[in-house]
């Protein structure tokens, strides 16, 4: 606790097997003492249990949490039995602990929430409006595409709404089961809601058709109780200041180690990072931060940070393999759920933020200035409806600043060659450098 900081999973395993009347020991032998207050109101938080203890007296209030070793909330409740301030992040219910590295520092004092605002305030209200309307489409469609599928326009279109829509109505149980019955659609061979048996992911020896999983989720008599604490995580660490993206990553990938649903978790653990953003006010209003996309431009990063609690966790989990291909868990794994350190979920979001942030949100919005313009050329060198313009600017994206000679002969014959040649050389003006990107990926030196 010292020098590493509050850690709720070992003192919650240590709780377990340690006697009250050692724990009471050990607050008598320095009843004033910080440490020894801090240990006797973390017993009895985490175990339920009230110790026979007297009142300490006048002493000096202290926090559970030190705020510039771990992430707390900026005005915790005060606990006169124990002279504490209870700053604790979240509940017993699900308390996730965020260390303070110099990282996640760094990537705080950017203030990208601000940045992001400054942007938009300095955007014009039509060009806004075009660009939330991207960045939502391409935020499903990517978020699809991490999980390996692609939807049709419909569905992708379903899902962008649901996640223009986080933040509006407060998460319950049932609101994450509305949201997983959008992101299936087809329900005919997914059980819908909570999972009523054991859960993992992973694959399946080729011979014997045992489980070979590289996560085992929470049991399902734990999922209520468990999604309940996110839920109030969520309301507490807000209200009581904790940083946005922290509290995000604290949430949702505490959400997806849960793995409440046979299907669609991924999906809903990103929705849930929108939600929390929304929901503080992070990000501008209208505007969804694509930040699946960001994702799926660093899937591996993504998986390791998805392992590196997952895969220390397996030895911890007891299991035997079903007839039926599944799991069955047969240690209570709940607190393994509800107390993890998030530190490096925390640091790769903040650098997913600071991508849409500081990359996706001005090029679109760059974007759309640069296509304006070219839109208004083009129709000076030729009468052209805003349909065939874009697909014109596609022709010349594909073809790195030219037309093919297929378009030139068919779907763009009626240009004179004067006016391809004009509208070659506009594009190259506007665009000529995601042109060269382009080749450049196409053809590296």
């Known amino acids: 606790m010292k020098w590493e900081g509050v850690a709720l999973g070992v003192l919650a395993a240590l709780f377990k097997v340690v006697e009250p009347k050692e724990v009471a020991a050990v607050v008598r032998a320095t009843p004033t003492g910080a440490f020894a207050r801090r240990i006797w109101f973390l017993f009895e938080w985490l175990t339920g249990r009230e110790l026979d203890l ?138 819908l809601g909570l999972r009523d048996q054991n859960g993992f992911v992973g694959t399946h020896d080729r011979d014997t058709q045992e489980p070979v999983p590289n996560h085992i989720s929470a049991r399902p008599q734990d999922l209520r109780d468990l999604l309940g604490g996110i839920i109030e995580y969520g309301g507490r660490s807000l209200s009581g200041g904790v940083d946005a993206v922290a509290a995000a990553a604290a949430m949702a990938f505490g959400f997806v180690y849960v793995h409440p649903f046979v299907d669609g978790n991924g999906r809903l653990h ?30 591996d990063e993504y998986r390791a940070v998805l392992e590196s609690y997952s895969a220390a966790l397996l030895p911890f989990i007891e299991w035997r393999a079903t007839a039926d291909g599944n799991v069955e868990v047969t240690n209570d794994t709940a607190d393994y759920h509800r107390y993890f350190d998030a530190t490096a979920h925390a ?48 022709f010349l994206a594909q073809g790195g600043g030219h037309l093919s000679k297929r378009a030139r002969e068919k779907e763009f014959r009626a240009l004179t060659e004067e006016e391809a040649t004009r509208v070659e050389a506009l594009y190259t003006d506007l665009f000529g450098d995601l042109a060269r990107s382009r080749l450049t990926k196409k053809n590296p030196v």
């Open 270 to 299: 990103r929705w849930l990072i929108h939600h929390v953003l929304a929901t503080a006010g992070y990000n501008p209003p209208s505007i969804v931060f694509p930040i699946s996309a960001a994702i799926l431009r660093r899937l």
């Open 54 to 191: 007297p009142d300490p007296g006048k002493v000096r209030v202290i926090a559970i949490v030190d705020p510039e070793q771990q992430v707390a909330l900026k005005k915790g409740a005060r606990s006169s039995r124990h002279k504490i301030i209870d700053n604790l992040p979240g509940t017993r219910g699900f308390c996730p602990m965020i260390r303070w590295t110099p990282a996640l520092r760094a990537a705080v004092a950017k203030g990208l929430d601000s940045r992001a605002h400054e942007i938009i305030g300095r955007t014009r209200r039509d060009l806004v409006t075009r660009a939330a309307a991207f960045l939502l489409l391409s935020d499903s469609k990517s978020s699809f595409a991490i999980e390996g599928e692609r939807p049709s326009s419909a569905r992708a279109a379903r899902w962008a709404l649901a996640i223009g829509e986080a933040g509006v109505r407060p998460i319950t149980i049932d609101e994450l089961e509305r949201l997983q019955r959008i992101v299936i659609g087809d329900a005919r061979f997914v059980k």
């Open 347 to 394: 640091e790769f979001l903040y650098s997913c933020v600071e991508q849409t942030v500081e990359h996706d949100l001005p090029e679109e919005v760059h974007f759309l200035e640069r296509f304006d313009k070219f839109s208004a050329a083009v129709k000076e060198i030729v009468e052209m409806p805003d349909r065939e313009v874009d697909r014109l600017r596609g």
